[in-house]
């Protein structure tokens, strides 16, 4: 992911203008559905990035990507969840020709009021923010690792008590691969293809996998795992999908993340929720971290450090409580 410049800044302090007008009738119209919530079990959703970060880092094209994508798709089907697998290639910014996968699982069918919660599951082929080791591939442990990590305890906590409404997850592929940093393109970018990053969500907004998909919104989870992490909102969640994130950030603060959820909007990013909204035309909103000084993603993005030693239960913890929390108060 990277981050977004250009006149979605201007679109924001209009819709930010005219969400405000509102906040008070809103806020005191609001009520909160007093609901048994499962426990979001940490420890589960640690080992469950240990589980991807062991198979290598997930680079498409290789084994080590193979292995990982048949596991998380078996762990959807064993969770109880209709597993549809996207195939399709796709070229990147350096002339190589990528085999991917999107996996999605979905949880109560048959329902017509869907929530949406994604992650990417892929790694970058080389750690170009790394000045020592800058064409090494590294673990991803938060990059990608976490995101999942999280969504596929939440898959566990549904097979054993079913939320109100429908939910697709849906594990985004080629999010990652991108262009090296500071380093434009050595090959035009393809007709129809918006952006060298979000391969996977690019292609599934454009196609999705059931005819006339809808969805209520969603919620992209993308390196939730690291330490001391605070969550900032970026500008293009607030542009597209302002009531969802106020929605979560609200929910954190009842459940005492205020500190880490704050409520102050830093510059747009391009990640997968940009194009759910942009091409999908679907609400989605990002928690992804932001670290005043340094920016989004935090020191170690892109480099070696990106490993198992920088994971948090903590964090993981916070983040997953949030977002069953949110989950299980929909009707």
């Given amino acids: 992911m990277r981050i977004q410049s250009g006149p979605i800044v201007v679109i924001l302090f209009l819709t930010l203008a005219l969400n ?6 809103a806020s005191s119209e609001t009520s909160i559905k007093e609901v048994k919530v499962p426990v979001f079990n940490a420890d589960s959703a640690y080992r469950l990035i240990e589980r991807q970060v062991a198979f290598g880092p997930r680079i498409p094209n290789s084994p080590s990507h193979r292995q990982t ?23 990147t910014f350096d002339a190589q020709k990528l085999s991917l996968r999107n996996i999605i699982g979905s ?27 800058p064409d090494k591939p590294f ?6 690792g976490s995101g999942v990590g999280v969504l596929l305890e939440v898959a566990r906590l549904m ?15 080629g999010e990652d691969w991108g262009e090296r940093d500071k380093e434009d393109g050595t090959v035009p970018r393809p007709e129809g293809l918006d952006s060298w990053w979000c391969l996977g969500s690019q292609y599934w907004a454009k196609h999705k996998h059931k005819p006339a998909y809808r969805a209520h919104y969603g919620i992209l989870l993308d390196m939730v ?13 607030v542009v597209y999908a302002a009531p969802i994130v106020e929605k979560v950030w609200n929910t954190a603060a009842r459940l005492g993340y205020g500190p880490q959820f704050i409520k102050h909007t830093e510059e747009a990013i391009v990640d997968d929720h940009l194009f759910v909204n ?18 989004y993603f935090g020191s170690f993005h892109h480099t070696q450090r990106d490993n198992m030693n920088i994971i948090s ?19």
């Fill in 107 to 133: 949880f109560n069918p048959d329902k017509q009021k869907r929530i949406i919660l994604a992650a990417h599951w892929d790694t970058r082929p080389f750690s170009d923010k790394d000045a020592e080791f």
């Fill in 139 to 144: 673990d991803g442990a938060n990059d990608g």
């Fill in 159 to 173: 097979s054993q008590q079913s939320p109100e409404v429908g939910v697709d997850m849906i594990f985004f592929d």
């Fill in 313 to 331: 239960r903590e964090t993981l913890n916070m983040v997953g409580r949030v977002v069953v929390q949110v989950l299980y108060e929909e009707e």
């Fill in 20 to 25: 405000g007008c509102g906040d008070k009738k």
């Fill in 69 to 91: 994508g048949d596991f998380i798709a078996a762990t959807l089907k064993k969770y109880g969840a209709r597993v549809i697998e996207q195939t399709f290639e796709a070229k």
């Fill in 278 to 295: 942009e091409l999908g035309n679907i609400q989605m909103i990002d928690i992804t971290p932001f670290e005043p000084g340094v920016g």
């Fill in 225 to 237: 795992g690291g330490k001391d992490a605070r969550f900032f909102r970026d500008a293009s969640s």
